[in-house]
């Protein structure tokens, strides 16, 4: 997993000191190494590490600043990198020079820590965050949710250079329609790419001809290449059981239709979006249970499950079949996921709960967690379940899983949040399900800072805060009461291909701004990803193509869309178109697939038409070539000066002694 060192350069002043962050363990990792602010053309640099005595050169540094000076923002071009495996307690320096020999200086030697696995992003503005949804681009489309009731507004998070979000850079992005203010909603990335939004628990402005702020049926669809929102209506056009969608559950099945449900309703109680045709066709007979606070989450089979929220609880869910447009009930689960007593009630007069995330893991097993401290196991194969284990007590205080969050991590096991139990309130906790149980994980960031409530652990973080896994591994995760945002470092990935993306078609030779298809298998991975445990469903099962250049390590993403198939079972035929963004670095690269952090073996690419690598764009990963210095002595009268470098030269008016 990829971390940041920085060597800070100006003009031919060197700021000393490596800045040490995050490393999973002692083992040795990619990480990354990274000279931060702006370098003179003229300067190069080699990272080093102390083995066995002396100092061995690692690699050059790739990519440089156009100028030696900074803009106003301090963002400059290709900030120098290596990227190099190196195990925690080596010792490092960089090596700063100028090519012609004229000045070579030493940093002073840091050592390689391992820190926590908490990091804070840098440059986040100042907001309420709220849903964090990864787009097909890399990009993760984040609501601003203004004083904490919903806005309109949004915010683009970029990905650098590196590919790291944690530096990544920040952008407004449009606004939704101004009578459309969502506050807790269903939203799902949709087959082209685009993101939907539809329906809401709140809307900050209220909705004509509603009295009531509460459970909007208002949608608008974002599109990331035009960055636009279009309005969107109703199913049934907001009519008789369609007045209202709230908070309800919604999934994108594996044909990449967008399903949702309406708050209550005694007749049909699911809907399908045609995008092309802007338009909605009812489904769901048999539905037994309620969607309001409930969950649907896509099967390996291509069918959904949705847990009974219904208080007293019935210890059974629902499975819809896409090919009848109906829901039979399953078989009794072995614990209760629901309240004792509802917190509201639905259609009839029914009481209803919470309920927590529900995902699939690699192995195809279906991981339930309850508005209780209980969770199961489901096999949607054999329609048979088995009793998970129960969330811990925190400082004699009992937690559990209602209205949290789960990401489905590429070391195989899932990261949770979770709050008290029954009173469903902060401080929110981090815990880590592996397969057998479910443990309290660190709240500390790499500073030692508590993040549980995202300022301090005193502070309550409602439901747990927001999460999103990310292409890289990681996860992010806010508060929802205040605008830090952490990134989540899982110890190494799981080294099994057969749970990864398999790649079985794609050109080799790829042009800037140009479309391409790629074919192969399990291209939206084995698991949903991210999941809310009720509207919020940032499920990421499709795939997000990645692209490395081979020479200066830049990492870039291709917009992919035209996504045949969003189906999570094992060995899945799919394909998806994708575009080379215009700015891409040309030259060999490696490409990869990655979905819900799982990524395919790299391919290498040839890119052409983009942006002249610079003649210094150094050596590659792993170059076991080292850049040699020496020293001469120059004379001018008694003066004496020594001139270090790979071909030195003595300044003007100086002799070589």
Not at 243 to 270: E, H, R, Y
Request: charged share 10%; with cysteine; aromatic share 8%.
């Amino acid at each position: 997993m990829k971390r940041t060192v920085i060597l800070a350069i100006s003009g031919l002043l060197l700021i000393s000191g490596l800045t040490t962050v995050n490393i999973p363990s002692a083992l040795a990792s990619p990480q990354l190494f990274q000279r931060g602010g702006c370098d003179a053309d003229s300067a190069s640099a080699v990272l080093q590490k102390f083995e066995s005595g002396v100092w061995k050169d690692v690699a050059s540094a790739s990519g440089r600043a156009r100028s030696a000076t900074c803009d106003a923002s301090g963002a400059n071009f290709g900030s120098p990198f290596v990227t190099a495996d190196l195990p925690v307690g080596t010792q490092v320096r960089w090596h700063v020079f100028d090519p012609s020999g004229a000045w070579s200086i030493f940093a002073d030697v840091q050592t390689v820590q391992a820190p926590s696995i908490w990091q804070s992003l840098s440059n986040v503005p100042d907001h309420k965050w709220g849903v964090m949804i990864l787009m097909t681009d890399g990009r993760v489309l984040v609501e601003d949710q203004g004083t904490g009731n919903g806005s309109n507004n949004w915010w683009i998070l970029s990905p650098d250079s590196s590919g790291s979000y944690i530096t990544g850079n920040w952008t407004q992005a449009a606004s939704m329609p101004a009578n459309f203010q969502p506050l807790y909603f269903p939203a799902a990335v949709l087959a082209d790419g685009k993101v939907l939004v539809e329906g809401a628990e709140i809307n900050s402005l209220g909705q004509p001809p509603k009295d009531s702020n509460y459970d909007s049926n208002l949608g608008a669809l974002y599109d990331p290449v035009a960055n636009s929102w279009t309005p969107v209506n109703p199913p049934n056009n907001g009519n008789g059981e369609w007045s209202k969608i709230g908070d309800t559950g919604n999934v994108v099945l594996a044909n990449g239709t967008f399903m949702i449900g309406n708050q209550d309703s005694p007749v049909t109680d699911q809907a399908l979006f045609n995008e092309a045709s802007m338009s909605w066709k009812l489904t769901g007979t048999g539905y037994e249970a309620r969607n309001e606070e409930s969950g649907f989450t896509l099967l390996p089979n291509g069918k959904v499950f949705s847990a009974d929220v219904r208080v007293p609880s019935s210890q059974s869910a629902h499975i819809y079949d896409p090919a009848t447009g109906k829901w039979t009930p399953t078989s009794k689960a072995p614990v209760s996921f629901t309240f004792p007593t509802p917190i509201t009630t639905g259609y009839g007069g029914q009481g209803i709960s919470e309920m927590g995330p529900a995902v699939v893991l690699p192995n195809g097993l279906l991981f339930v967690v309850g508005a209780t401290p209980n969770t199961a196991l489901y096999n949607s194969a054999t329609d048979t379940w088995q009793t998970g284990p129960t969330f811990p007590q925190v400082d004699g205080v009992q937690y559990a899983g209602g209205d949290n969050n789960a990401v489905v991590l590429n070391n195989g096991n899932v990261l949770l949040t979770g709050t008290t139990y029954p009173k469903e309130s902060g401080p929110s906790h981090f815990f880590i399900y592996d397969g057998s149980t479910i443990k309290l994980l660190g709240d500390s960031n790499s500073s030692g800072d508590a993040i549980s409530g995202g300022v301090n652990a005193s502070a309550a973080s409602p439901f747990g805060g927001e999460m999103l896994g990310l292409p890289n591994g990681q996860v992010l995760w806010n508060s929802q009461v205040g605008n830090q945002i952490f990134a989540y470092t899982p110890d190494t990935p799981v080294s099994d291909s057969s749970l990864a993306p398999t790649v079985t078609s794609v050109a080799k030779e790829l042009a800037a701004g140009q479309t391409y298809i790629l074919n192969g298998t399990q291209l939206s991975g084995l698991t949903t990803g991210s999941f809310e445990g009720d509207e919020r469903q940032n499920s990421t099962n499709y795939p997000i193509l990645q692209i490395t250049n081979s020479s200066n390590n830049t990492v870039s993403y291709a917009r992919t869309f035209d996504i045949a198939s969003f189906s999570i079972a094992k060995g899945a035929a799919g394909s998806f178109k994708f575009q080379i963004p215009s700015n891409i670095y040309n030259g060999s690269s490696s490409l990869r697939v990655i979905a819900s952090g799982f990524s395919s073996a790299p391919i290498t690419v040839n890119i052409s038409g983009g942006t002249a690598l610079p003649s210094d764009a150094g050596q590659t990963k792993g170059s076991s070539k080292s850049v040699l210095s020496k020293t001469i002595q120059c004379v001018k009268g008694k003066a004496v000066k020594s001139v270090s470098g790979i071909s030195p030269k003595c300044p003007a008016g100086y002799a070589k002694k």
